[in-house]
């Protein structure tokens, strides 16, 4: 029977990728169809889904900077927005009630408003999966939106608290002896060395806060959480978030699949969950306007809130909780289950486009922006840039010291991570800033007419080609895009996407190898 998920989930996710969307829609269909064959899932497929959203979780928190849910953009944006949508959704479903009861039949005030509180919350799964495949995960708007999905996440501890009547046990308080216990934990990551016990060390200290956490009484996704946290200033947190990133992606697959076994639908079921999902722009508008309000430029605040725009898998928790508790009909939760499934497939095409569809109607999106911007996020101008570094990771930071020892001042690096980039000036001095290459604004605020050579030394290609777009569409430009590329197919779309040089990641690191090597006993030639 696994090898039935597996061959599904397969055929499903390869179909849709060679239709270029998202394989996760494919695993949602596969999902479905397996249920509609009468195929049975065990217990062992939850166990994959739930072991995925704990290392997910973990990995969060392992990128997680908490300075960030500080920040009045994410906790007013988080608790404004859902109070909001609470109450005027709310509303709108009593109204729908009335205009289309043969749906879903007749609704109390209290189910209304616990509907609409499920729909207020947006997919962890879903959000996180869309910034790390684009690579925006630490980008100024991908750190807005994990923000508001910590934050939703600590409301949801709190529901669930007050939904089952499971405070927290007094032995809770003893989570407190985390912190002091970080040093500990990091000496522990230390010594797991590079290995297959690395991987194995993160999956003990994740699924070990969960059960920590539980045994408390507490959410245990939010101790793999705060598991992740607690490490993420150590030095070894990247290395473990890509040990784990193959195993997190796997069991995922299991999440996706088993949405389509919560139920199987009527006509007047998927017409209710229509319905629901025609509820989703409403959602991005309160989103984008809250953040708006609250001063953020006009495309973090558009990024942001089209990332937010689905709704979320703890929403089936709220909806199989209140058919327990006799608050709701059973048949809402295949109706939000449906929804939920909708807005995925939602979010996951409307995102792909989404760098295209702000530089076409920028000019539209900007009228929203507050005359008054917060300081984080003023462009920054480089004096006297020629050469400039995209990408201040482990490649991008070779370049730009190599660059540097040559030519000075006049080689600047950019990268979308604040705190990389707060390193990497500590280290090489000042000439780096944080940007985003993908912001057309940036570019217009920038002067790029002296900048003869741009290296591109970012790992996603849909990265490098957009920003090779925005480049070429600016009229100041007038200088060479080099990029770097990891596999040969790679290579090719970045020359036709008008990237000037290509470089193989490996390839060109034998060859460097090669010219050291073969240096150390030129020499001794005759």
């Not at 030095?235 to 996706?256: C, H, P, R, V």
């Not at 090489?428 to 920038?446: K, P, R, S, T, Y």
Request: net charge negative; with cysteine; charged share 15%.
């Amino acid at each position: 029977m696994d090898f039935i998920w597996i061959l599904f989930a397969f055929i499903c996710g390869l179909g849709v990728r060679l239709l270029a969307l998202p394989p996760l829609i494919g695993y949602l269909i596969a999902g479905f169809v397996l249920h509609f064959l009468g195929v049975e899932p065990s217990a062992d497929l939850q166990t994959l889904a739930d072991l995925g959203i704990t290392l997910m979780l973990f990995t969060i928190g392992l990128k997680l900077n908490v300075r960030d849910l500080g920040q009045t953009e994410v906790w007013a944006g988080a608790l404004g927005h859902m109070g909001v949508w609470t109450l005027l959704v709310g509303g709108l479903l009593l109204v729908f009630t009335v205009l289309a009861s043969a749906l879903w039949g007749p609704i109390s005030l209290e189910a209304a408003a616990l509907l609409a509180f499920a729909c207020s919350f947006s997919s962890t799964v879903c959000v996180v999966k869309l910034l790390e495949e684009s690579g925006e995960m630490k980008t100024r708007h991908g750190r807005l939106a994990i923000g508001i999905l910590v934050m939703q996440d600590v409301v949801a501890v709190l529901f669930l608290a007050l939904a089952t009547g499971k405070a927290p046990s007094p032995w809770a308080m003893l989570l407190l002896l985390l912190i002091p216990a970080r040093p500990l934990l990091g000496m522990l990551l230390q010594r797991a060395g590079h290995g297959e016990l690395l991987p194995l060390t993160g999956f003990f200290l994740a699924l070990g806060a969960y059960e920590l956490f539980t045994l408390v009484n507490v959410k245990g996704d939010l101790g793999a959480l705060i598991a992740g946290m607690l490490l993420s200033g150590h030095g070894k947190a990247t290395e473990l978030t890509k040990s784990l990133l193959s195993f997190k992606d796997l069991f995922l697959i299991g999440f996706f699949l088993s949405i389509g076994f919560t139920a199987l639908p009527d006509w007047n079921m998927l017409a209710a969950a229509l319905i629901i999902a025609v509820l989703l722009p409403l959602k991005f508008v309160m989103f984008f306007t809250f953040f708006c309000g609250l001063r953020l430029r006009a495309r973090n605040a558009y990024l942001a809130s089209l990332a937010l725009t689905n709704f979320s898998e703890f929403g089936l928790i709220v909806a199989a909780i209140s058919v327990d508790n006799g608050w709701l009909d059973k048949s809402w939760l295949v109706i939000l289950a449906l929804a939920v499934s909708i807005s995925f497939v939602f979010t996951s095409l409307a995102y792909r486009s989404a760098h295209n569809f702000y530089g076409r109607h920028k000019e539209s999106i900007k009228r929203w922006q507050h005359n008054s911007r917060l300081p984080r996020d003023l462009v920054h101008q480089p004096d006297n840039a020629e050469i400039l570094v995209i990408g201040m990771g482990r490649v991008g930071k070779g370049a730009f010291d190599a660059l540097k020892q040559q030519l000075g001042d006049r080689v600047w690096g950019m990268d979308a991570d604040r705190e990389r980039v707060g390193k990497v000036q500590q280290e090489l001095g000042e000439q780096v800033f944080c940007g985003d290459g993908e912001d057309a604004d940036l570019w217009e605020n920038i002067d790029t007419s002296k900048i003869n050579l741009v290296l591109l030394a970012l790992p996603s290609i849909e990265d490098n080609i957009n920003i090779t777009g925005q480049l070429h569409r600016h009229p100041g430009f007038c200088g060479q895009v080099a990029a770097i590329a990891r596999y040969e197919d790679e290579r090719q779309q970045l020359l036709d996407a008008g990237v000037d040089r290509v470089f193989n990641f490996y390839t060109e690191a034998g060859t460097g190898f090669a010219e050291e090597s073969l240096a150390m006993i030129s020499p001794a030639s005759p």
